[in-house]
């Protein structure tokens, strides 16, 4: 038996007959990274409005899919009759966690492409995150929260009553 717990030989063979290693570290960090992936999405969707400020007068709503200290992405909802500005390579997204403060980050894009989800297409963009702005900080403070968070979160099955006084 291996002691340290990180490789293991035996019992599984592949489709050559020859024994599969099993490694639980990367196995576990595979199961935490769909947790996160699945907690940012929670979170993206039900406590943190995302904005765009495409133009000087004019906010875009987007769906923020996935965040890390090196940059994002989101997509917008395809519309031929308002397309996104192809134009913009690099401009400010606003992170609303209230009605009235938000946390602005600068990001560059470096790549976009059509998807569709749920029967609805969307431009999908991934960007970079601007590292140099003021902001950069708290943004990473932020991702490294929702990584700790993902880790350490628990579904609440509803099951416990909670009284006010």
């Known amino acids: ?4 717990g990180s490789k293991i030989k035996g019992g599984h063979k592949d489709s050559g007959g020859s024994e599969q290693v099993i490694d639980f570290k990367e196995v576990r960090a595979q199961k ?4 996160r992936r699945t907690n940012e999405r929670v979170f993206f969707k039900r406590l943190l409005s995302v904005y765009s400020v495409a133009t000087k007068d004019q906010m875009f709503p987007v769906d923020l899919i996935e965040v890390s200290e090196q940059g994002c992405s989101f997509q917008v909802p395809f519309d031929p009759h308002k397309p996104w500005p192809n134009d913009m390579t690099q401009f400010p997204i606003r992170l609303y966690f209230s ?12 790549n976009s492409r059509p998807a569709i989800e749920n029967h609805n297409r969307f431009l999908r963009l991934g960007c970079a995150v601007d590292r140099t ?4 900080p708290a943004y990473q403070a932020f991702v490294r929260f ?14 416990t009553s909670i009284f006010y006084l």
Do not use: C, R, W
């Open 1 to 4: 038996m291996n002691t340290k």
């Open 32 to 35: 935490l990274e769909e947790k």
């Open 99 to 110: 009605q009235d403060s938000f946390l602005e980050i600068y990001v560059q894009v470096q």
């Open 133 to 136: 702005a003021t902001s950069y």
């Open 146 to 159: 929702l990584k700790q968070y993902a880790e350490h979160a628990q579904n609440d099955p509803g099951n």
